[in-house]
T-cell receptor, first 115, second 111 residues
Framework: AQSVAQPEDQVNVAEGNPLTVKCTYSVSGNPYLFWYVQYPNRGLQFLLK????DNLVKGSYGFEAEFNKSQTSFHLKKPSALVSDSALYFCAVRPNAGNNRKLIWGLGTSLAVNP | DGGITQSPKYLFRKEGQNVTLSCEQNLNHDAMYWYRQDPGQGLRLIYY???????QKGDIAEGYSVSREKKESFPLTVTSAQKNPTAFYLC??????????FGPGTRLTVL
C-alpha cells in the first residue's frame, strides 16, 4: 500500500538553531510532494512543493525541503528556527501513476521552538 | 486561508440531527475536497468533487453527504448516521491535480 511516514510525532528545537522535520514515502512513480503547516484551530497553509527539477525547493517563511529520490524522502528544513514556527507540519504525496491520484497524508509532526 | 471560506467556525449538534457545513471558494478552482481531522490521525478524505454536478466518495464517506451545484460551493451534510461526528472539518480546493488550498475549518461538537 502507498503511504507517507513522518517518523517523529514531535520535534523540539531551540530558537536560532536549524530545524528538520522528516518525511519519507512509499509511492510508485514520480509523485508530487507537498508540505503544509497548521497553527492551532486553523486551516492548513501551503508551504512548498516538489514536482520536478532541483532537489532543493524553497518555500514560504524561509522554509525549504530537500527531495532525495534514492531514499524516498522529502525533509523540511529551516536554517534558523523562530518561536513563531511552532505548529503542526504535514507532509503529503500525490501519486502520478495508477488510477488513485488522491493526496496521501502523513500524520503530522508537532514542532516546538523554545526561546 | 485566503479565497476559501467555511462557516460556521463552531457548530454544535444534538443527537439525531443533521447539520450542514458551508464551503465557498472564489479561486475559480474546479476541484473541491472535504477532510476530517481528529487528533493524532492526520487528515482523512470524506468526499471530493472534480467538476460541478459530480463528486466521489473518499475514504470515510459513510454518514456524510455532499452536493456540487455551483463551482464555488461544496456543502457537507453530517447526517445522524455518522455516529462519531465530533471533529475538525476542513474544506480545500485546487486546480486539477495541483496544490490544494484550505479554508479555516469548522469545529463540530456533538452535545
Amino acid at each position: 500500500a502507498q503511504s507517507v511516514a513522518q517518523p517523529e510525532d514531535q520535534v523540539n528545537v531551540a530558537e536560532g538553531n536549524p530545524l528538520t522535520v522528516k518525511c519519507t514515502y512509499s509511492v510508485s512513480g514520480n509523485p508530487y510532494l507537498f508540505w503544509y503547516v497548521q497553527y492551532p484551530n486553523r486551516g492548513l497553509q501551503f508551504l512548498l512543493k516538489y514536482i520536478t527539477g532541483d532537489n532543493l525547493v524553497k518555500g514560504s517563511y524561509g522554509f525549504e525541503a530537500e527531495f532525495n529520490k534514492s531514499q524516498t524522502s522529502f525533509h523540511l528544513k529551516k536554517p534558523s528556527a523562530l518561536v513563531s514556527d511552532s505548529a503542526l507540519y504535514f507532509c503529503a504525496v500525490r501519486p502520478n501513476a495508477g488510477n488513485n491520484r488522491k493526496l496521501i497524508w502523513g500524520l503530522g509532526t508537532s514542532l516546538a521552538v523554545n526561546p | 486561508d485566503g479565497g476559501i471560506t467555511q462557516s460556521p467556525k463552531y457548530l454544535f449538534r444534538k443527537e439525531g440531527q443533521n447539520v450542514t457545513l458551508s464551503c465557498e471558494q472564489n479561486l475559480n478552482h474546479d476541484a473541491m475536497y472535504w477532510y476530517r481531522q481528529d487528533p493524532g490521525q492526520g487528515l482523512r478524505l470524506i468526499y471530493y468533487s472534480q467538476i460541478v454536478n459530480d463528486f466521489q466518495k473518499g475514504d470515510i464517506a459513510e454518514g456524510y453527504s455532499v452536493s456540487r451545484e455551483k463551482k464555488e460551493s461544496f456543502p457537507l451534510t453530517v447526517t445522524s448516521a455518522q455516529k462519531n461526528p465530533t471533529a475538525f472539518y476542513l474544506c480545500a480546493s485546487s486546480r486539477p491535480g495541483d496544490t490544494q488550498y484550505f479554508g479555516p475549518g469548522t469545529r463540530l461538537t456533538v452535545l
